[in-house]
């Protein structure tokens, strides 16, 4: 059933935000969320899946099926209320609950410390464009290792800096939902590059045992065709949303193939883009100490040139057909009618993690190490009277990408030793609300019972598969 070697971990994602619900109690602040989407009234972060209360029983589904990690992480706002002041002695409790009940059953903890939840206040103040952030991040972190280092070998600095600022500042589906500002979506990429690199030396430094990275969403895009002007288009597509953050990630500085890229997307702005001499020197000292890196791949796109004026419409409903991607002078993601997508028009592209797991490991040498750290199908999945959903869908989506991986480890000989679904149970997703699904294992919001879908028992075997490997 695999070509996976025994030490490949399977695990299972998850974000604070997304599951915990509780989002007022015992002495949690508030985050960059919570009045963007009581503004909108769509949907409640509350009750989400209820992990707050029932970790046990999720940590224990995941060791029944196989899981043998658990990507999750850790609320800033919970450790940290107001970001900047006092200790939660609530949260930390919480915090070390959770992470020893993993240990009770045998499940190994990845925890990333930001995952799309800024505190409030500093979500006011400007968030990773303000680099005033950077301080208090880096004292959260610190508090952060000093309380768990004996429970966690695996830790993530931020969870995809692109898919953050992009949401803030370019598509305007996430908090503060401001549009086309190339400016800031740069600054605030810069701004946390800086961020990890600072967390990712002081936990050198202070000696901690284990390892860190940092995790990348990662598209793959492809020119729609030969036209010069579409490939150009595509170059600078994927230098935008993927090159700059991997220069300064591996390389700790960016290249000027990068650069020049980046003064032509932002032309006379380019020279308010705020990168300091201190700060690359802080990155070029984390670009040799990075641990691992992790990808979370969902989809690859088709681009065209776009010089036209800028209009984005986010499919955040599920009706197939209506997104809209267009910014001017970077590009316009096309329709690729060969391609299958799911209804909220993410391609289904197995391949495209492939590619860009081949590409990592040319261009950059020093990456030591990948896990695909988030990887799975939204869905609209159905649950039938007798208590089981078929998802024959994800678990076709699932299995094409783990071939994928297989393949990039087996004939690009990449180093890749895990693979995390996206993601454990079902969940709030940000922009889109409860009915894009997304677990191994199915959540009635109303009741919070848990019912096992078939892709979790297909996940099992897997598991039991790279287990029996030599
Ligand atoms: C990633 C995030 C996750 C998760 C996932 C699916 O970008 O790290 O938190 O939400 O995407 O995205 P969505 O919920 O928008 O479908």
Sequence with gaps: M???????????????????????????????????????????PDPASDFYHRYEEDIKLASEYGVKALRISIAWSRIIPDGTGDINEKGIEYYRNVLETCHKYHVEPYVTLHHFDTPEPLHFAGDWSNKDQIDAFARFAEIVFDQYHDLVKYWVTINEPIAYVLGQYITGAFPPGEKYNKLKCLQAQHNQLVA??????????????????????????????????NQIATYKHDIFMNGFLLDGTFLGHYSLEKLSTVQQILGDQFSNLEMKQDELAEMGKASQQLDFIGINYYQSNWIKAHNEESLIHHNGTGEKGTAIFRVKGIGEVVKNEAIPRNDWDWYIYPEGLRDMMIRIKEDYPNYNKIYITENGLGYKDVLESDGSVHDKERIDYV????????????????NVKGYFIWSLQDMFSWS?????RYGLFYIDFETQKRYVKDSAYWYKKLSEAIDQQQ
């Design 2 to 44: 695999t070509q996976l070697p025994k030490d490949f971990v399977l695990g299972a994602a998850t974000a604070a935000y997304q599951v915990e619900g509780a989002s007022t109690e015992d002495g949690k602040g508030r985050v960059s969320w919570d009045a963007f989407l009581e503004k909108q009234g769509r949907f409640s």
């Design 196 to 229: 990890h690199s600072r967390v990712v030396n002081l936990f050198k430094e202070k000696g901690y045992e284990g390892e860190i990275g940092l995790v990348h969403a990662l598209t793959q895009f492809y020119s729609i065709d030969d036209k010069l002007e």
């Design 399 to 414: 299995k094409g990408h783990i071939e994928a991986v297989e393949e990039a480890y087996e004939k690009h000989d990449v």
């Design 432 to 436: 889109n609300g409860y009915n894009k």
